[in-house]
């Protein structure tokens, strides 16, 4: 049941900081610790790689898992579309371990992907929302999103628990290899400030409604600009914005953009850069520039303490490895809004269904 809401995807956004709380108090403990099962943690501290498999939202996820699993455990981690690995001939390592993560739990990309997985003998986790669903029943472990039914076919509340649980199992599985890095991450307490970040970022949504009136409704084609965790985030953003609005949008490393793709920065084409990494701020604002001198308008989501004073949409501070939790929600919000103000059937875009059961 939406309740008052018009859409469901408005629903789920909203229901994010709820969602950060929960997987806080059932994956950790007062004390910060994670009560996961300790053969889970077991199995992955000895792998010598790991491999995140998935596809879309889901994979984009998987790609700030990396960043996470590199610095927490320093275990070297590759992310895959589903559909591409599947087929692929990977090389692999002694004692690989699988990740798949999978909303639904049923995609059949990633199906295929531990269907080979299982075959090999390997192991693997299932992060999904799912209970009993095949990816779950079919993988060694599962561990639950608890994000609630996600209706809409735009996948929101699942792409940010997906980031806590990973960030909740990184954390786990650093301190069971006595990393530093997980010593001084705080994943109960980030979650928290998440929580109330997100809250904060909703609590603003008219402000990102008028924007996306100003800047999109009306847009042929727009960019999300970004470098490391923002370049993620950037083809999340991009990704919402396309299947709801129908406004072709790229998700793009800010640097690269100069390499060829700026040809398409046209008079009054929307680029938001996403600026949350300390180390990489001025250089995509010095990216920014570029597109805007070639007529483009440009916007911001920048976090709190790497904020300038023409920024269009400041986000909290939180640690720099789980920002993606917080820049995130004004972009979902950008694409909604976009949507309703076309007019168009937010939670049910043209030739999408909610969960894709062919290869
Ligand atoms: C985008 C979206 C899709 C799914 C993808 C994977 O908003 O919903 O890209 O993320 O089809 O689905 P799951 O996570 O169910 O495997």
Redesign the pocket.
Known sequence: DKGPYPYYMLKEVDEQPNVMRKLASTYTDESGKDTLDPELVDAIKSADRIHIV??????HAGLVGKKMFEKLTHIPTEVHVASEFAYDDPLLTKNPFFIF???????AD?REVLVNVNARGFKSLTITNVANSTLSREANYTLLLHAGPEIS???TK?YTAQIAVEAILAKAVGMAKEQVTAEDFDVRQQLGLAATGMQAIIDEKETIEDLAKEYFVNATRAFYIGRGIDQTVSLESA??LK?ISYVQAEGFASGELKHGTIALIEEGTPVVGIITQAKTAGLTRSNLQETLSRGAQTLTIARNGLKKDDDTIIIPDIDEMITPLLSVVPAQLLAYYTSLNKGLDVDRPRNLA???TVE
């Open positions: 998935g596809a879309g939202t889901s994979y993560l999978s909303q639904s739990g049923e995609t990633s076919v735009a996948s699942a990704l919402k299947e909610k969960s894709v």
